[in-house]
């Protein structure tokens, strides 16, 4: 069974763009070897990220990240086993408000592009998380 870790947090200072594609680039080729996919949001300065995958693979991943020094106040809130990936072709996909990557994802989280939207349906919980977190994110 496959098995979900959400959790949030905030970067020691605003990253760069440089700064976010380094860690992105990084965590698509890990994710890659380690069957590892999901889905991070930055949103200036403050961190949420979905990873999903085998449990024994998630739970290490999560645990190096614990130890990341650019991270701070990590609060793990999901951490479940799932019946099937909310974001099974991204190794990791990535948003920053700030970015023109925004637009590829707009499609599988739909809030983003419309935060009027009514909530989601409780069937996919880690969508769910996502939209609480983006629309109640005093920074944006």
Same mark, same amino acid.
């Given at each position: 069974m496959e098995y979900c870790i959400v959790y949030i947090s905030a970067s020691k200072g605003? /990253? +760069?763009e440089v700064q976010?594609?380094?860690?992105l680039e990084h965590s698509r080729q890990s994710n890659s070897l380690l069957g590892i996919t999901g889905v991070?949001?930055?949103?200036?300065?403050?961190i949420i990220q979905v990873l999903e995958g085998e449990e024994e693979q998630v739970k290490t991943l999560y645990n190096t990240i614990r130890?990341?020094?650019r991270h701070t106040s990590i609060i793990q809130? /999901? +951490?479940h086993p799932i019946e099937k990936r909310s974001f099974?072709?991204?190794?990791m996909g990535y948003i920053s408000l700030s970015t023109n990557e925004l637009g590829?994802?707009?499609d599988q989280v739909p809030f983003i592009g419309d935060p009027t939207l009514p909530a989601l349906k409780q069937d996919n919980v880690i969508l769910s998380v996502l939209q609480t977190f983006y629309l109640n994110n005093?920074?944006?």
């Open positions: 605003l /990253f +760069s976010l594609t380094s860690i991070m949001l930055y949103f200036n300065g403050s130890q990341d020094p809130f /999901f +951490s099974s072709e991204w190794s590829r994802i707009k005093y920074r944006n």
